[in-house]
């Protein structure tokens, strides 16, 4: 392979509420890494990760990224971080370099030269809602979110949602900022309301910390709970006392047990050992973002964003979820439910 490697900046939280997903996103993106340069790497270059840590402040790590891009020292963005960050680095990179967003968020995204994998709330939120008022007749929520783009915009659409589909209905919400820990004043308001389900739109340690409030003060027996983001880090961290009737609706769960799921988790296991960081959702689709990058440079075969654009419409590439495909610059992908169980999750069901 040519001396200069293909760089790509790995954009992913190393400290914040979020920190505790990075660990998995770190090690999925090196397994996707390995194995692209085990099939050849890309354009005959080795592959290689830059790590950005993205938790902090949005414009300082564009900044970092942008200088990367001007001096020839990243040749695409990959990673999962919050929307916040997205916002502003989608404006400065994605007309430069290929951009692949991981992470599930609001919808609506439509920057040239921006893909995504992650989940939105017309395919993640609106079938899981429905399941819940069907399976269990949970009907009304109460959010509770982060106050930033994500979660306020994400009930935005269930709002919208709901005035089609009367069997659901959103009494309140309620929004904190990243790095809460206290939770009383919430908990007192979900408490004293006629909610029968709380629709949990918190990142990481936030969503712990809401966890163990909730069951302190009883509202495990009175409310369901149904998270898109509860990965399986968190679900360790919360543990089976704070994680009861706690459902979760995601693209990726560690105890899914089909064939890819499986081989992945195999994979991983063994390219870092059974003491390595929880396999997750988060660290799931950095390892997609990559595999979604190769795909989309060798369909080119270039890294010239105006032609990755040209061919993308209907990139495939083989993951842990079997064969997806981009449509609109967003990867299709099916949906499950599921519910936890102790220190794992058990799927119950596709949307």
């Known amino acids: 392979m040519p001396e200069r490697p293909f760089t790509v900046a790995l954009v992913v939280p190393l400290q914040?509420?979020?920190?505790?997903?990075?660990?998995?996103?770190t090690l999925?993106?090196?397994?996707?890494?390995?194995?692209?340069?085990?099939?050849?790497?890309?354009l005959g270059r080795e592959v290689r990760l830059r790590i950005v840590d993205s938790a902090a402040d949005p414009h300082t790590v564009a900044d970092e990224v942008d200088r990367l891009i001007t001096a020839g020292r990243a040749d695409a963005v990959?990673?999962?971080?919050?929307?916040?960050?997205?916002?502003?680095?989608?404006?400065?990179?994605?007309?430069?370099?290929?951009?692949?967003?991981?992470?599930?968020?609001?919808?609506?995204?439509?920057?040239?030269?921006?893909?995504?994998?992650?989940?939105?709330?017309?395919?993640?939120l609106y079938p899981a809602l429905e399941w819940m008022a069907r399976e269990i007749s949970v009907r009304r929520w109460f959010v509770v979110g982060n106050d930033y783009s994500w979660p306020r915009h994400s009930a935005a659409a269930v709002r919208r949602y709901t005035r089609d589909h009367r069997e659901v209905r959103i009494d309140h919400e309620a929004y904190v900022d990243l790095g809460s820990t206290d939770f009383d004043e919430v908990s007192r308001r979900i408490e004293h309301s006629a909610c029968d389900g709380v629709l949990m739109l918190l990142v990481g340690r936030d969503g712990v910390e809401f966890n163990r409030w909730f069951t302190d003060r009883g509202l495990d027996v009175q409310c369901a709970r149904l998270t898109p983001l509860m990965d399986e880090t968190m679900l360790l961290e919360s543990g089976a006392r704070d994680s009861r009737d706690?459902?979760?609706?995601?693209?990726?769960?560690?105890?899914?047990?089909?064939?890819?799921?499986?081989?992945?988790?195999?994979?991983?296991?063994?390219?870092?050992?059974?003491?390595?960081?929880?396999?997750?959702?988060?660290?799931?689709?950095?390892?997609?973002?990559?595999?979604?990058?190769?795909?989309?440079?060798?369909?080119?075969?270039?890294?010239?964003?105006?032609?990755?654009?040209?061919?993308?419409?209907?990139t495939r590439?083989?993951?842990?979820?079997g064969e997806v495909a981009l449509t609109g610059r967003h990867v299709e992908q099916q949906i499950y439910m599921a519910t936890a169980d102790g220190s794992s999750y058990d799927v119950l069901a596709s949307l």
């Open 16 to 25: 914040g509420s979020e920190q505790m997903y990075g660990p998995s996103c």
């Open 28 to 42: 999925s993106a090196r397994l996707a890494a390995e194995e692209i340069n085990d099939a050849g790497g890309l």
């Open 78 to 124: 990959v990673g999962w971080h919050l929307s916040a960050l997205r916002e502003v680095l989608a404006g400065r990179v994605a007309g430069r370099v290929p951009y692949i967003y991981t992470a599930l968020y609001e919808g609506g995204e439509t920057t040239p030269g921006l893909f995504l994998t992650g989940e939105t709330p017309a395919a993640q």
């Open 246 to 314: 706690v459902f979760s609706t995601a693209g990726f769960f560690e105890a899914l047990t089909t064939e890819d799921g499986l081989r992945y988790g195999a994979r991983y296991t063994e390219r870092f050992g059974p003491d390595a960081p929880v396999l997750n959702s988060p660290g799931e689709s950095c390892y997609e973002g990559m595999q979604l990058l190769a795909g989309l440079v060798r369909r080119a075969g270039s890294a010239r964003i105006g032609r990755i654009c040209e061919v993308a419409e209907g």
């Open 317 to 321: 590439y083989h993951g842990p979820r």
